[in-house]
Structures are given as C-alpha cells and as structure tokens.
C-alpha cells in the first residue's frame, strides 16, 4: 500500500486507486459531523439512519466534483418519510433533514428488521442535483427509488444516468466513543473506469474488486478504532491500493439572520402580522440546523 497519507480520521473523505487496475473508489467517515446533523432532530432511528446515509452518500458523490459548487442528494416518495435530503459543498460542508410522518415511521418500524430507503419512502424518485452557482445552469438526474437501499437507489442511478458501473455501501450507527452513544457513518464507493484502447479490457479486474468489495461490515465503517487506511489495506491489499489526499468534512448549515430577514421581508406587512407569537416576535426555525431565529416585526422592511 502506499504511504503518503496519514491515517484517515473522522470527518473525511478521501479518493482511492486500485494498483493497476482501472478501479477507482472513495471512502468516507463521519462522526462529530454526522452526530451534530442527527442529533439536532428528534428523528426515530430508521429515519436518522436514512438521513445520515444520504449525507455519506452527498460526501462520497460530491466530493469528486472538479469545480466550486454544492451536490444534492435527495429522494421524495409517498410513503412515511416523504423527503429526504443532503447537501454537500465543496468546502466539505454538509447539511441535511428529513419530513416524515411520525406515526407511519413507527408503524413501518414493528419488526426485527431496520426498514430501509423503499420501505420508508415508498414509490418516488431519487435524485441527484449539481449546483455549480448562480451563473451556471443546475444539472439533475433522476430515477425511480427502485432499490430496498439507499446504497442501490445510488447505484440504479449511476447505471442509469452515468452509464457508470457503481457499487456503493453505506452504515450508519450508534456506539460510544467515550463520552457517550454518538451517532456515526461511513460508506464506500468504487467504480469501474471504462476501458479504451490503452487499458484494454477492465471486467477482470471490476469483477475482483467488487468481490473484496462485498467483504465490507457495516461495523467496520462505523468503527472509530479503524482508520480507514487500514480498512482499505484490509480490502485491497492482495492488488495493491493508492490512497490520496483527503478532505475534512464539517456540519454547516447556511441559514442566517441577514436570509430569515430577507425571506420574511418579501411578505406582505399584514402576512407577518399573522406570524407574531405571543412574545411579540416572528419565529423561524431551520429545518436543517433547527436553530430558531426570534425577530422583531418592527425591524423588517418591505411589503
């Protein structure tokens, strides 16, 4: 393996090469990020877990974009969670949420077994969203929510979309890291680069990547006392695998006083009346970061 990194800590994903083969791959750890966007809601397991496999998913996707700009990573359905969303920049900034029924999660929840992206979504469509600014026209892609995995949501959508042969893994969980039970999450991404003149044929070494591929545990992309230089050494190591530099990855939501102004100013002066609360303000609360803004009416201008 080579060693021109450090071992890979929380809060990161970083870019990966099988050793002569056209195999290519990202990894991706969250812990204090995952756990602050988690924690921030009171959302019921299966729905936290869906939310924090989207954020791994928009770190491990968006982090191979080559330009300044935000990916979203979203899938609506009709089912108990009806919107699932995260955002990734490419300051390694993520963010995220989730709108559900209450009731129908739990009902979907009786069982042995976690309900997963299909289960919890239902019929409806997954979606990625590159965002490269206010200049440049947004580009998106779209498929059917067709697997029980948000992992094969992502997978489906490659094949489709990219025509890009993809296998993706993602966990999500809880374990304790010394001050307590914290959410974490990790994933994985390889991908099949496709074959020209020069590489000749790439099946042979698709197919051996993906079956040290399937070896992966879901424990050990959650576990804090694996480094994810040794999990990808663990993996690959009978071919060889380069790792590259990484990013760090922070929970930063993009809401602020200056938008909420903003936002509430573009109402009707009448419209804001009737969103006073009894302390005499105008609340507004993210539905990312859940922060509340408390403003005073008489302070905004417009309508």
């Known amino acids: 393996m080579s060693q021109n990194t450090l071992p890979i800590p929380d809060d990161v994903v970083g870019p990966f090469q099988i050793e002569d083969a056209a195999v290519r791959g990202r990894l991706v750890r969250l812990g204090p990020a995952i756990d602050e966007i988690l924690a921030a809601h009171a959302y019921p397991e299966a729905v936290a877990n869906l939310l924090g496999e989207t954020c791994a998913l928009a770190a491990l996707v968006g982090s191979a974009l080559k330009f300044e700009g935000r990916l979203i990573v979203q899938a609506q359905g009709e089912g108990p969670v009806r919107y699932v969303v995260a955002d990734y920049d490419t300051a390694g900034h993520l963010r995220g949420y989730c709108r559900f029924d209450p009731d129908a999660v739990a009902e979907a929840s009786q069982g042995f077994v976690r309900p997963g992206a299909k289960t919890l979504l239902g019929g409806g469509v997954f979606i990625m969203t590159v965002d490269q600014g206010p200049d440049m026209d947004r580009y998106q892609g779209v498929t059917a929510i067709e697997g029980e995995t948000l992992a094969l949501c992502a997978e489906q959508y490659f094949a489709q979309s990219e025509q890009t042969p993809t296998r993706v893994r993602l966990a999500v969980g809880q374990a304790d890291v010394g001050d307590g039970l914290r959410w974490r999450a990790g994933g994985m991404l390889i991908q099949n680069v496709a074959e020209d003149q020069a590489r000749g044929s790439t099946e042979e070494a698709w197919t051996r990547s993906q079956a040290f591929f399937e070896t992966i545990g879901e424990d050990e992309l959650l576990d804090p006392t694996i480094s994810g230089q040794t999990l990808l050494f663990r993996l690959f190591h009978e071919d060889g695998v380069r790792v ?25 002066a009448e419209e804001r009346a009737d969103m006073v609360e009894p302390d005499g303000k105008i609340h507004v609360t993210c539905e990312y970061c859940a922060k509340t803004y408390r403003l005073e009416p008489e302070s905004l201008t417009g309508g």
């Open 244 to 268: 590259f530099e990484d990013q760090a990855l922070a929970a930063v939501c993009r809401c602020s006083e200056d938008r909420i102004r903003g936002v509430l100013a573009s109402f009707e």
